[in-house]
């Protein structure tokens, strides 16, 4: 994977740091990926156990597979381990109650997927051009930024943040 290839993702990170949404306490990460050569964002609020990009994210990525492919996915994760760190609380227990609120909004929204997993909840491809990627994606995390304040309603009640 090339540096152009990489600065995709940054276009995209400024795209979304500059959307109208986004000062409401959203962050961005990014990763790459040596393996896969590819790289990655995920954006999440700093409430979310997120620090290391193991707890609870809204996630693309982009490798030449996808670049070949013209199909990207997006995610939701919802950690990478079973338990929030430094509570007892379960992903499942998080999980369950945001797919129960959150499902209806989904799937109005076309192309997205609910799962039964509780680590990754939903999840969408996104198919683009030579020239509309950075479009693309950041129409469709401005349609998930507005799970954001379900996510902070039950990280409030479950576990008090």
């Known amino acids: 994977m090339g540096s152009d290839d990489s600065s995709l993702m940054e ?3 400024v795209n979304l740091r500059t959307a109208d949404w986004f000062s409401d306490g959203w962050e961005t990460r990014l990763d790459t990926f040596p393996m896969s050569g590819g790289s990655g964002l995920q954006l ?6 997120n620090e290391d990009g193991m707890g609870i994210h809204f996630e693309t990525w982009i490798t ?6 013209k199909k990207t996915r997006l995610v939701m994760h919802v950690l990478h381990q079973d338990t929030f760190p430094g509570t007892r ?4 227990a998080f999980s369950r109650p945001f797919v129960k609120e959150a499902r209806d909004m989904i799937e109005t929204w076309k192309g997205y997927k609910v799962s039964n997993s509780t680590m ?3 999840s969408r491809d996104v198919r683009f051009g030579d020239d509309d990627l950075i479009e693309k994606l950041s129409a469709e995390f401005a349609k998930v930024q507005q799970l954001g304040s379900i996510v902070d309603q039950i990280l409030h009640d479950e576990i008090g943040v």
């Open 64 to 69: 030449d597979r996808e670049m070949q492919q």
């Open 89 to 92: 609380l379960k992903r499942a």
């Open 11 to 13: 276009k995209l990170d």
């Open 44 to 49: 999440y609020k700093a409430q979310w156990f």
């Open 120 to 122: 990754k909840v939903f």
